[in-house]
């Protein structure tokens, strides 16, 4: 069931989305070579601890971790730990955070340090496709008009899009009705509403779509071991433009209280 959340809802959604985001902010400040995934994921779990918040991925689902640090051919849900990060690496960082029962989620795709040109290329198509698709994030467009759009731009540039995990929504629970496919035609799914707080979150690889879960039962791979990249925000719905509810910097003339 998709819930339409109320102002005081989004008030406390806007928080929470707030400490991701500025937990993602500083894991990719930490990112460089030499540091281990789990010094990332230990700075994100500063950051949250540091607004009395909570990690929403520890123990969710059984995942150890506050945060996903992916790399390079790893695409999703990669364990933080004792990997040493290298010139080169694409990094990808999935945060969430609980603010009083409601959760933000959030992701991007970092460079450690220098990394190719194809590789610069894929993470600004990632983030760019996301953009693409909330053009379409708007009351009374259908869902698939986001999914549409964000494969479309994807493919254009010479890229593929995993089908096997798709975006969700957000609310009192970390993924909560409707999915929300990176993929397929314009015109289907439910009618987007005000109220409506929805994660988008393109999954955008190098090769082939394909991708498969590792022996740890977490980390997602592509398939054919190339790059992939990450980029979300959780949105909300309006009567006009779309909300980026993740988003580390508070609006102009607002304020966020505890």
Same mark, same amino acid.
């Given at each position: !069931?998709?819930?339409? #959340?109320?102002?005081?809802?989004?008030?406390? !959604?806007? #928080?929470? *989305?707030?400490?991701? *985001?500025? +937990?993602?902010?500083?894991?990719?400040?930490?990112?460089?070579? *030499?540091?281990?995934?789990?010094?990332?994921?230990?700075?994100?779990?500063?950051?949250?601890?540091?607004?009395?918040?909570?990690?929403?991925?520890?123990?969710?689902?059984? &995942?150890?971790?506050?945060?996903?640090?992916?790399?390079?051919?790893?695409?999703?849900?990669?364990?933080?730990?004792?990997?040493? $990060?290298?010139?080169?690496? $694409?990094? %990808?960082?999935?945060?969430?955070?609980? =603010?009083?029962?409601?959760?933000?989620?959030?992701?991007?795709?970092?460079?450690?340090?220098?990394?190719?040109?194809?590789?610069? /290329?894929? +993470?600004?198509?990632?983030? @760019?496709?996301?953009?693409?698709?909330? #053009?379409? +994030?708007?009351?009374?467009? %259908?869902?698939?008009?986001?999914?549409?759009?964000? @494969?479309?731009?994807?493919?254009?540039? *010479? &890229?593929?899009?995993?089908?096997?995990?798709?975006?969700?929504?957000?609310?009192?629970? $970390?993924?909560?009705?409707?999915?929300?496919?990176? &993929?397929?035609? +314009?015109?289907?799914?439910?009618?987007? /509403?005000?109220? !409506?707080?929805?994660?988008?979150?393109? !999954?955008?690889?190098?090769?082939? &779509?394909?991708?498969?879960?590792?022996?740890?039962? =977490?980390?997602?791979?592509?398939?054919? /071991? #190339?790059?992939?990249?990450?980029?979300?925000?959780?949105?909300?719905?309006?009567?006009?433009?779309?909300?980026?509810?993740?988003?580390?910097?508070?609006?102009?003339?607002?304020?966020?209280?505890?």
């Amino acid at each position: !069931m998709i819930t339409l #959340k109320s102002p005081y809802e989004i008030l406390l !959604m806007r #928080k929470a *989305g707030f400490i991701a *985001g500025r +937990a993602l902010e500083e894991a990719g400040r930490t990112i460089r070579p *030499g540091v281990t995934t789990g010094e990332v994921e230990e700075a994100v779990r500063k950051v949250i601890a540091s607004y009395h918040a909570e990690p929403s991925f520890l123990g969710y689902g059984g &995942f150890p971790a506050a945060a996903c640090v992916s790399v390079n051919q790893e695409v999703i849900h990669g364990i933080p730990g004792r990997k040493i $990060l290298r010139e080169g690496d $694409l990094v %990808k960082v999935d945060v969430g955070a609980i =603010w009083r029962g409601y959760h933000g989620d959030t992701a991007a795709t970092f460079a450690c340090g220098r990394v190719s040109p194809d590789a610069e /290329r894929l +993470a600004a198509v990632t983030r @760019q496709s996301f953009y693409e698709g909330i #053009k379409f +994030a708007r009351e009374g467009q %259908k869902l698939t008009d986001i999914s549409h759009a964000i @494969q479309r731009y994807a493919e254009e540039n *010479g &890229f593929s899009v995993v089908r096997r995990f798709v975006g969700h929504g957000v609310g009192t629970n $970390l993924h909560e009705d409707p999915e929300v496919p990176n &993929f397929g035609e +314009a015109g289907h799914g439910p009618r987007l /509403r005000a109220g !409506m707080t929805i994660a988008i979150e393109p !999954m955008i690889n190098q090769g082939v &779509f394909g991708v498969r879960v590792e022996s740890d039962g =977490w980390t997602v791979t592509t398939i054919d /071991r #190339k790059l992939s990249a990450h980029y979300e925000h959780t949105v909300l719905i309006t009567e006009g433009d779309p909300v980026l509810l993740t988003s580390p910097v508070v609006g102009e003339g607002e304020s966020i209280q505890d």
